[in-house]
């Protein structure tokens, strides 16, 4: 009972009203963020960190943590809707979400990814209660060459993900890999197809990669079809998910929750990775794979289950260990320091009352999540009935301005425009833009832990196969890239074989 006695104090702490109102107020403004692409969780807390100035440690830090895992949910809204992704780890939401709204069902995808979001931040919060420190023991072991067979497995993953040709999701994911090379190089400060602009100096950001190829290309797509033949939107049938619904994405969710879940403690793309891999997993296992992308339900529950389990997940190495895993807990990090509170291993038991208010405000927070989320489905869905004419320029103009309030930069505009282009160019021509949109993120971490480990290896790129961890990565890597050659060579060895066999 003496074990369970902080963690019954962390919900006395939680229960206060001004603890509550501030998660309150954080999910509330998280929701927000996500609605709005562009400005993300990371540069809203940045933004938020004077006004935490003057709150307590613990309720600055449940108010900080409610805006990073309310944004998960909020930017499955615009995923769904408008087709606009406003995180990385929403993109691949985008492929079935999108698809289940324009069959009129855009209610059940925001629905089950209530649901799912739900599920995967409990189970996150209950795991974490529990297991924190194991697992953040077993996090520690992850070193540059684990890193990169991991980036490496995701970024071949895209290619399962990808709806049309193999062929051309590996050309669309090459492409996002040289993208992320632009840019200034970390280790001998050489530019890298800069063109002598000062502007391409710290590389490309993600949010004008993604506004430009999955909003503006899609409008521009979009205005030409709709040219070439009106067809009236899709009736909008409920704004629940139904039990077949249920039942078909319950594994899913339950599947993408665990993954999501120990994905999420590893720094670097935890939450992308996560909700990767939970849509790659369920596509594998799909007796019909051919469903996702097309509107599969599976699609929207297995990625949102996946990063909202991966959100809270994450601060499993910052409040036990002091590690941010990503660009958002690299803030919380910054915000518990200027409050005097040191993340780390003592942090339990120095500061108990704000590690387990923390935690427990976790539990608290999704149920306001799922309160506010389910009732309001009907509303967001009603943006579906705003007729096209005012719709797009609505949408070019949130994707423009939340392109540049990431760096206040008008070249951003002119990039959002640029790949807005090609985004239209490439579905003209079959190419999905997910995969290089993907390997963007996953890039900048492959190249990075890459070289890190040549050098701890003395160039030699065996000294992967010598870390158990990340040989393991390197052995999947391998039966994924051989296996689908294997069977080609077997096709045509058979068929070779019943030719030769066949009378003249």
Not at 267 to 281: C, D, F, I, Q
């Amino acid at each position: 009972m003496d074990s369970l006695s902080p963690v019954l104090d962390g919900f006395v702490v939680v229960l206060e009203p001004k603890n509550l109102l501030y998660c309150l107020i954080g999910v509330v403004i998280g929701m927000l963020v996500g609605v709005l692409p562009g400005l993300g969780p990371a540069a809203t807390i940045a933004i938020l960190l004077p006004i935490t100035f003057g709150l307590e440690p613990v309720t600055s830090i449940i108010m900080l943590a409610g805006i990073f895992y309310g944004a998960q949910y909020g930017g499955t809204i615009t995923s769904v809707l408008l087709r606009l992704p406003g995180e990385a780890s929403s993109v691949v939401t985008v492929f079935d979400g999108h698809a289940l709204a324009r069959q009129g069902r855009a209610g059940a995808a925001l629905g089950i990814a209530a649901i799912g979001s739900f599920f995967g931040g409990t189970l996150s919060i209950v795991a974490l209660t529990f297991v924190a420190p194991l697992v953040a023991g077993f996090a520690l072991d992850f070193g540059p060459p684990e890193y990169a067979a991991l980036a490496l497995l995701g970024i071949m993953l895209v290619a399962t993900i990808s709806n049309g040709s193999k062929l051309k999701a590996l050309i669309a994911a090459a492409v996002g890999l040289l993208l992320a090379t632009v840019g200034r190089d970390d280790f001998v400060s050489a530019e890298r197809f800069t063109f002598g602009s000062l502007s391409l100096a710290d590389g490309l950001d993600f949010v004008p990669i993604a506004m430009g190829l999955f909003g503006l290309g899609e409008i521009l797509y979009n205005l030409e079809e709709r040219h070439r033949a009106a067809q009236a939107p899709a009736a909008i049938n409920g704004v629940w998910p139904s039990r077949a619904d249920l039942r078909q994405a319950s594994g899913a969710i339950g599947r993408g929750g665990v993954l999501g879940f120990f994905l999420g403690i590893l720094p670097g793309g935890g939450a992308v990775l996560s909700s990767l891999a939970a849509y790659a997993l369920e596509k594998r296992r799909s007796k019909h794979p051919e469903r996702f992308g097309h509107g599969a339900i599976e699609g929207v529950a297995a990625p949102e289950t996946a990063n909202n389990a991966a959100a809270t997940s994450s601060f499993i190495p910052l409040l036990s260990l002091g590690i941010p895993a990503n660009a958002t807990m690299a803030v919380i990090f910054g915000a518990l320091l200027i409050q005097g509170v040191t993340p780390g291993p003592q942090l339990v038991t120095e500061h108990p009352d704000l590690f387990w208010g923390v935690v427990n405000s976790m539990y608290i927070g999704n149920v306001l999540l799922l309160i506010m989320s389910m009732p309001l489905v009907g509303v967001f869905v009603r943006i579906l009935r705003v007729r096209p004419a005012i719709l797009a320029p609505i949408t070019t103009l949130i994707t423009l301005i939340g392109a540049y309030t990431v760096r206040n930069d008008v070249f951003d505009i002119g990039l959002v425009i640029f790949f807005g282009v090609l985004g239209y160019l490439m579905k003209k021509a079959g190419f999905d833009p997910g995969p290089l949109v993907l390997a963007f993120v996953l890039g900048t971490l492959l190249e990075t832990s890459l070289r890190r480990s040549l050098l701890l290896f003395d160039g030699n790129p065996a000294g992967f196969f010598t870390r158990p961890i990340s040989g393991v990565l390197l052995a999947c890597f391998l039966i994924v890239v051989l296996l689908p050659a294997a069977r080609t060579m077997l096709r045509h060895r058979r068929a070779d074989r019943d030719r030769i066999k066949e009378p003249v």
